[in-house]
């Protein structure tokens, strides 16, 4: 073996040694410490993601499963994608009194609405779900002591009795039963209140150390925290371990181990590579995880081992802790750590139901350089040499999880381009293909370039300079896919021929079939077989009127599965399965469920599940059933687009994905469903019912299953009962719309599932009634029915008066027309049509005489039109204008007979008539007895 095999084996070796002899020196309770974040990626969330301000002093959970986050600026709810923030507002008397929040506490046990308590820098608030109001904590002793200091702590005992520690007031009681609030003065800065599980209450100050509770003398008396019987002064928290064990995180003494029984205290951890450890938070994450929370970063404490892990923020990697000076730890329901800093806002951490490991470049020599991670290849050292496109080449070493980088430098050993596309690891030789820069083979153990070919006016030379694809068959042949066509390597004569067939096409991927057979897939001509035993070659080709032609004609790469069966990825078309029966192909794309139809790589895992990697990230298919999932940057990938052809599976099958910031790792195996049922809340609405106005038909309904793992994986089925018939699924969405309900009363149902699809199958409902406008309501419609019923007798005695009234009229009228002696007045209904009736016969009366008098003289006379005096005369006597004329003569004419003054051959001239004969003809008509005879008479 070579003398330097391997280096990039071994890159720092002697790093881990040397930082166990300092962890030695400084400490014998941690045999190994080790620091880096190998396995940790944060999560972050501060005041651009909503947060009101970037110190968290305290973190909760609520009965409902809300989090709660304090900081020095407003207290925050998150629901997993968006905050909703408590501030102090002096025009709104149910907001919060104070904004510096320091201790968040509820006691909810069977009712998760239970009212929270905020302990802040001026007393407590208390805070009733339902409402969403606050209301402040102000009772008082029996020696008239309020709690208006800064409440650091809060906690209840067992029998729901809440103590409060309050800065320099002490510790105070609150006996909710009793409505009692007791004080308990002390002269040191009470800080942290701790109830073991014998419910005695431990406090923790700044400047006298630890005191417990004495229930018989009603007081607080200190407890020594050091063999000598003295007491560390400043203790920032006490946790409850297993083991009747009492923690006692201090400023500068590290952590304390404290046996409840015995009362016996000894170091837990004290320092850590010379640091004295300033211990904010302490919680337990697992059996054997401590978790702490320091000025120094957070620690995790391996108890089992005896080991200590240190996490810190790392200025160029995102995905580092984002502050270290760390104030609060939580682990939620679901087994997610948050963590609490005093610049940085949040950070959490998932539980590891779906883990991938994610490399990406760092400010570290030995860190991957380059981002677009392009090749992997595995030596039979056990290395992996990984080909970037915009820095070089890689060796990382998996068992210390370092990289080396190798750049050109000009000098004829090293790399040609920065730009690697094609790698082929073949025994102690690695080809590298480059782009446009030819191709280098490399000595493995030397690690340096002995050869290096481009494409000249050899025939025999390069296809061309941009190798895409280094592939060696059965039979030993090194195949060479370029730009500019396909060419096979000669090892006797160093050369190359180059392959007429595939012409200049541009050969992205070469792969050999479990039969013998060559596949070549191009970028744009489809795909290409060859057959080395018969020396066929066939090539098949997208048939836009054939569907089980190619998918498409640029194919990026080929896999063959564990049942022997071909698959192909396309840019555009999905993936296809050929099928060698018939030759045809299978095509699967975004209809079939695929998050994109631009498929790079495919890796089969040892469950004959397929990984495809994607535009829009990362899919597990299964092709027996064609279920598939897809996970994101949500799930804790680098980014949801991945790089062409580029995947490797390892031995162990671990699989690597290269993709545009790095390259992620990870085993299919591994992967643990998250099994976590997660409660879903509308969180728009306070209460289960919902009253409004007609006016208010078109809403919203915002809601959330509280699973903080991917929040935007997170999947919803709602219905409005009474105005949907079927359920609405939504996906990417977390509210829906309602527009023009009509009134009535609906039920609002919402169901939700955690990232893995894992469903709350008890809807969450929400009661809404839509008021009617008060003319649609049911006392409106009574009403109108009562409004309906005076009208209708109303006007069933209108009709009967306006009868009868009808029927004396008719008698008048008719007494007018048969009548000589009735006046025209008479028939009058009201006292603007006597006036009128007097007019007409004022007119008619001033030409009694004179024959050519007509209804267009009446009219003109009395200022109006022939047809509104036509209208107006029939309206009231139900006469012509002619016929009243002649009727007011004729009348005139019988006053005048009962005079006997005048003979009946002068009368008709003197009432208009032109002739004795018609005269006496119409006298007659109208009043039923001849002129003669009522001369006669007279």
């Given at each position: ?6 280096l ?23 045999p190994?410490s080790?620091?880096?974040e ?6 972050h ?37 968006s ?5 102090h ?7 919060i009194?104070?904004?510096?929040i ?18 802040t ?6 805070y009733?779900?339902?409402t ?5 904590f102000?009772?008082?002793?029996a020696d ?14 067992k ?11 002490g510790?105070?009681?609150?006996r ?18 701790c ?19 004495n ?10 925290t ?30 304390k181990k404290?046996?409840?029984i ?5 170091p ?16 337990r ?22 080991t ?7 200025p ?46 760092q400010?570290?020599?030995?860190a ?26 890689n060796?990382?070493n ?7 980088n190798?750049m ?49 006016d ?27 066509g ?6 006797q004569?160093?050369?190359?021929t ?8 541009f050969i ?18 489809g ?43 396309t ?49 597990c ?37 290269g ?5 992620i ?8 469903r ?6 879903v ?15 208010q038909s078109?809403?919203?309904i ?25 359920w ?10 309602y527009?023009n ?11 939700g ?15 809404i ?6 003319y649609?309501?049911h ?7 009562f ?21 004396d ?6 007494a ?6 009735t ?15 007097g007019?007409?016969?004022e007119?008619?009366h001033?030409?009694?005489?004179d ?12 200022h ?38 005048y003979?009946?051959?002068?009368l ?25 005879d009522?001369a006669?008479?007279?």
């Amino acid at each position: 073996m070579h003398k330097n095999l391997y280096l990039c084996q071994k890159i720092d070796e002697s790093y881990p040694m040397k930082k166990w002899l300092i962890s030695i020196a400084i400490t014998l309770l941690i045999p190994v410490s080790m620091r880096g974040e190998e396995g940790y990626a944060f999560r972050h969330l501060n005041v651009e993601s909503g947060l009101p301000q970037n110190t968290v002093n305290c973190i909760f959970q609520d009965g409902q499963g809300f989090l709660w986050f304090g900081t020095k600026d407003g207290l925050s709810r998150y629901d997993g994608t968006s905050f909703h923030n408590f501030r102090h507002d002096k025009d709104d008397k149910h907001s919060i009194g104070n904004n510096f929040i320091r201790s968040i506490f509820q006691d909810y046990g069977q009712d998760e609405l239970a009212d929270i308590w905020v302990g802040t820098d001026a007393g407590v608030y208390i805070y009733h779900p339902s409402t969403k109001h606050f209301s402040r904590f102000d009772l008082q002793t029996a020696d008239g002591i309020s709690l208006d200091r800064e409440v650091n702590d809060i906690k209840a005992d067992k029998s729901g009795n809440i103590w409060f520690a309050a800065d320099w007031q002490g510790v105070f009681l609150y006996r909710p039963q009793q409505k009692e609030l007791i004080a308990y003065p002390m002269e040191a800065f009470a800080w942290c209140i701790c109830l073991d599980r014998e419910d005695n209450v431990w406090l923790g100050t700044h400047g006298k150390g630890l005191f417990c509770y004495n229930s018989e003398k009603d007081l607080f008396e200190s407890v020594a925290t050091t063999k000598g019987g003295e007491t560390e002064a400043d203790i920032y928290r006490l946790f409850q371990d297993n083991y009747n064990d009492l923690l006692i995180g201090t400023a500068n003494g590290g952590v304390k181990k404290m046996n409840l029984i015995t009362k016996k205290t000894e170091p837990l951890l004290t320092s850590e590579a010379g640091n004295r450890l300033f211990v904010r938070d302490i919680i337990r994450k697992s059996d054997t995880e401590l978790c702490l929370a320091t000025e120094s970063g957070f620690y995790i404490y391996n108890t089992h081992n005896r080991t200590l892990k240190n996490l810190t923020h790392e200025p160029f990697d995102p995905y580092s802790l984002s502050d270290n000076a760390v104030y609060s730890l939580y682990i939620d329901r679901e087994g997610g750590l948050w963590m609490g800093t005093y610049f940085g806002g949040i950070n959490y951490y998932p539980p590891q139901h779906t883990h991938f490991e994610r490399f990406y470049p760092q400010n570290k020599k030995d860190a991957l350089h380059g981002k677009r991670v392009r090749e992997f290849q595995r030596d039979h050292y056990g290395n992996f040499w990984i080909g970037t496109e915009d820095n070089g080449l890689n060796c990382y070493n998996p068992r210390t999880h370092t990289f080396k980088n190798f750049m050109p430098d000009g000098t004829p050993e090293s790399i040609v381009y920065h730009n690697i596309h094609g790698l082929l690891a073949d025994g102690d030789k690695l080809w590298v293909g480059t782009f446009t820069h030819g191709l280098n083979v490399i000595d493995i153990p030397s690690q340096k370039v002995i050869r290096h070919y481009t494409k000249t006016d050899d025939p025999q030379s390069l296809s061309e300079n941009s190798v895409f694809s280094i592939y060696k068959d059965v039979s030993g042949n090194i195949w060479l896919g370029t730009t500019g066509g396909l060419a096979l390597y000669n090892p006797q004569h160093d050369n190359f021929t180059r392959i007429e067939y595939t012409g200049n096409t541009f050969i992205y991927d070469i792969f050999q079939s479990y039969d013998g057979i060559l596949w070549f897939a191009s970028y744009s001509k489809g795909l290409f077989r060859y057959n080395p035993r018969t020396k066929e070659w066939k090539v098949f080709k997208h048939d836009a009127s054939d569907k089980n032609s190619l998918a498409f004609d640029k194919v990026i790469s080929v896999c063959e599965d564990s049942k022997k069966r071909l698959w192909l990825t396309t840019e555009g078309g999905g993936v296809c399965r050929y099928n060698s029966e018939d030759e045809s192909f299978t095509s699967f794309s975004t209809k079939d469920g695929l998050p994109n139809d631009m498929v790079y790589k495919i890796l089969e895992d040892d469950k004959g599940r397929l990984w495809l990697s994607t535009n829009k990230g990362l899919s597990c298919f299964n092709p027996d059933n064609g279920f598939i999932k897809t996970f994101t940057l949500d799930n804790g990938l680098l980014g949801d687009q991945f790089n062409y052809k580029s995947g490797y599976k390892s031995p162990n099958g671990k699989f690597y994905f290269g993709c545009l910031n790095g390259f992620i790792a990870f085993d299919p195996q591994a992967f643990a469903r998250n099994e976590y049922v997660p409660p879903v809340v509308i969180t728009n609405f306070p209460s289960k019912e919902i009253h409004l106005s007609y006016k208010q038909s078109s809403f919203s309904i915002d809601f959330a299953a509280l699973s903080y793992v991917a929040p935007k994986k997170n999947k919803y089925a709602c219905i409005l009962e009474g105005f949907e018939d079927k359920w609405t699924l939504l996906e990417g969405k977390h509210s829906v719309a309602y527009s023009n309900i009509p009134p009535g009363n609906y039920v609002f149902r919402v169901k939700g599932t955690n990232n893995d699809d894992k469903w709350n199958e008890t809807p969450t409902e929400l009661a809404i009634i839509i008021h009617p406008p008060f003319y649609k309501t049911h006392l409106a419609y009574a009403l109108y029915a009562f409004l309906l019923l005076i009208s209708l007798v109303w006007a069933s005695l209108f009709y009967k008066r306006r009868a009868h009234q009808l029927r004396d009229f008719r008698k008048v009228e008719q007494a007018f027309i048969n009548s000589p002696t009735t006046t025209a007045d008479s028939i009058a209904r009201t006292k603007a049509d006597e006036i009128f009736l007097g007019k007409v016969t004022e007119v008619i009366h001033k030409h009694l005489s004179d024959i050519s008098f007509n209804v267009d003289v009446l009219a003109d006379e009395l200022h109006t039109s022939r047809s509104s005096l036509h209208r107006k005369i029939k309206g009231i006597s139900e006469l012509t204008p002619n016929d009243f004329i002649q009727l007011v003569r004729l009348t005139k004419a019988a006053e005048l007979l009962k005079t006997g003054s005048y003979r009946i051959n002068e009368l008709y001239l003197l009432v208009g008539f032109g002739s004795s004969s018609y005269f006496s003809k119409k006298y007659k008509e109208q009043f039923g007895v001849s002129p003669r005879d009522i001369a006669t008479r007279h």
